[in-house]
């Protein structure tokens, strides 16, 4: 057997081989430090190696606490799976179901279809269309969930407008048709906007891959722009992705239940943010789109092919050409709503209870008002509550306004909007083990000061800098690490270590929280980085490099603008300027190194 065939089978065994060996490579480092840090050093370090390599599906990593902390005496198993359904992944769980509501009722397919009637039918504005409506969905849909019901509707208008752009204008222009009916004409090519009529006598079959290629291009740069709105959209909101309620889950281990980040004060900051950062990705993903339409206006045909561009008649053409035009895309987007037909009683029921949701998600707590928290004992309620509230009356109410009438012709079955079996299956019960473990983990971590050593480098590297520039080092950072790593567990660890600079500088901790947050979703180069980065990846229409393409510019833009909204706009929101009393020395819940006086 062959050094080659030796490599084959190992290539082949590659995940059993990483599973086994993975444990035992690292077993050194709790053998040679032998305290509770070393111990869940060598569980972080296995589940970043099974995370990065993926040998054995990710919800399973995340059952890795429940198994080696009770078994390396780290913790206690009754105390390890109390943290696979807490507060917070009750209400990711909640928000799902209130999520697949609306998928169930077409609402979102409605919204998108309305979205792209008022945009149009150029390439251009359906991105447009696109972008925004799958902003706005990912506001009050997590993100991950958002882009499984998108994507069937961007595919199809991709393919309405490769119809579109194929459709031969020979037909339109009779006076072509008959040269190249004659043989006289092989091909005629006109751009997205018709601006430029080519006759080209070469070869058919070279022309029709060409145009298939870079139409290819187009189409994987549209559903780019597509998976950037859901991940810009989901960041403007608490409920829009999963980073903000485990942040906040943290910061409540740390400091308290007072400490975490409202809806009201994050969607009155990051909503701004997020639709400059939407703004400036649209003219990107445009610019990219132009690049393609101009390289495809000039074709260069080898050999004896030639090209001639219509002479005198050409402004004719061009104007014939814009009458003609095909309204492919336009139709089928016009055929698709009006197949929704008149908005349903189950759809206004869904927009009536989500409205509510995000009224009572707003309005729990401020500073100088009492919201609704205050109707009930202190500590007894939560976002998880109201957001439960709304789910369940999703199985309540009627899917038609018919079930009402006590006179039926025939009387039907009473079914509510929201079907369980069509619930339970979007519920993503495999983010929940993940996040569980990653809520275990972070305990953990805090518990057994393994990151202290991080936390005094850090803190060290920061004294006497001032903040705007803390923060622009740690979103770098943040954001350069969330490619390779993945975004929760680079929150779970640095949010000690913003935690800790805060106390040490005495400032607000969510002036460096918050932005590392918005940074570790605004990672969108690498499939690993986010959540819906790897589902998009899965429907296989676009490669890594094509993501790194598009979207090292994304990551630019929005590293920009949260620092400069941070700096200037967050003191108006948070008043970065004070340290709130949940914050303060005297408080019983601190970072590790709390007992750090600033020098």
């Excluded at 882009?147 to 204008?169: F, H, N, T």
């Excluded at 299956?425 to 057994?448: I, Q």
């Excluded at 590297?461 to 903040?467: E, K, L, R």
Aim: hydrophobic share 50%.
């Amino acid at each position: 057997m062959c050094s080659s065939d030796v490599c084959r089978i190992l290539w082949a065994k590659r995940n059993i081989l990483i599973v086994l060996l993975t444990p035992l490579l690292l077993l050194p480092i709790p053998i040679l430090i032998p305290t509770p840090a070393g111990k869940v050093g060598y569980v972080v370090l296995m589940m970043i190696v099974f995370l990065l390599v993926e040998a054995i599906p990710l919800p399973i990593v995340g059952l890795f606490p429940a198994i080696f902390f009770p078994l390396m005496g780290i913790d206690t198993a009754k105390t390890v799976s109390e943290s696979y359904l807490n507060d917070t992944l009750l209400f990711i769980v909640a928000v799902m179901i209130v999520a697949s509501a609306i998928e169930s009722t077409n609402l979102h397919r409605r919204i998108v279809l309305r979205c792209l009637l008022l945009a149009g039918s150029n390439p251009y504005r359906i991105e447009c269309g696109l972008m925004c409506s799958s902003f706005f969905l990912s506001m009050f849909i997590p993100n991950v969930a958002v882009l499984p019901m998108m994507m069937p509707i961007a595919l199809g208008i991709i393919d309405e407008l490769d119809k579109d752009e194929r459709m031969k204008i020979e037909g339109k222009l009779p006076s072509l048709k008959d040269d190249a009916a004659k043989g006289e004409v092989k091909d005629l090519h006109v751009d997205s906007d018709i601006t430029n009529v080519i006759i080209t006598t070469a070869p058919k079959d070279a022309v029709d891959e060409e145009e298939t290629k870079q139409y290819y291009r187009a189409g994987k740069y549209i559903l780019l722009g597509l998976l950037y709105g859901i991940n810009l959209g989901g960041s403007a909101t608490l409920i829009g992705t999963t980073q903000p309620p485990i942040a906040n889950g943290q910061m409540e281990i740390i400091y308290g239940p007072e400490s975490a980040m409202t809806y009201g004060k994050w969607l009155a900051f990051s909503f701004p943010l997020e639709f400059l950062c939407l703004v400036f990705t649209y003219i990107w993903i445009v610019f990219m789109m132009w690049q393609i339409s101009r390289h495809n206006k000039k074709r260069y045909i080898k050999d004896t092919d030639t090209e001639e561009t219509i002479g005198n008649s050409e402004m004719k053409l061009v104007e014939a050409g814009k009458k003609a035009k095909s309204n492919t895309v336009e139709d089928y987007i016009r055929n698709e709503a009006l197949k929704m037909g008149r908005l349903t009683w189950a759809e206004g029921c869904t927009i009536v209870l989500i409205f509510i949701l995000t009224l009572l998600l707003c309005f729990t707590k401020m500073d100088d008002v009492d919201g609704w928290f205050s109707l009930f004992p202190e500590g007894y309620t939560s976002n998880t509550c109201a957001t439960c509230v709304i789910a369940v009356l999703f199985f309540i109410l009627p899917n038609d306004f018919e079930q009402f009438r006590l006179k039926q012709k025939k009387p039907r079955k009473y079914q509510s909007i929201l079907k369980w079996n069509f619930a339970i299956r979007r519920v993503p019960w495999g983010v929940v083990l993940l996040v569980g473990g990653y809520f275990s983990l972070g305990k953990a971590l805090k518990e057994t000061k393994t990151l202290v050593g991080l936390e005094s480098i850090m803190t060290d590297a920061f004294q006497g800098v001032d903040d705007w520039i803390i923060v622009l080092a740690i979103t770098c950072i943040v954001a350069v690490l969330t490619e390779f790593v993945g975004n929760i567990p680079v929150i779970l660890v640095f949010i000690p270590v913003c935690t800790t600079i805060a106390t040490v500088k005495a400032t607000h901790p969510h002036l460096y929280v918050m932005p590392m947050v918005l940074a570790s979703q605004m990672s969108l180069m690498l499939p690993i980085a986010t959540a819906p980065n790897l589902v998009f990846q899965a429907y296989g229409n676009t490669s890594t490099i094509d993501m790194v393409k598009g979207g090292w510019m994304v990551n630019v833009i929005s590293l920009i603008w949260v620092n400069i909204l941070v700096n200037t706009y967050g003191y108006v929101i948070y008043n970065f300027d004070s340290v709130p009393a949940w914050a303060s020395p005297g408080t019983t819940m601190m970072p590790t190194v709390a007992n750090v006086t600033q020098p």
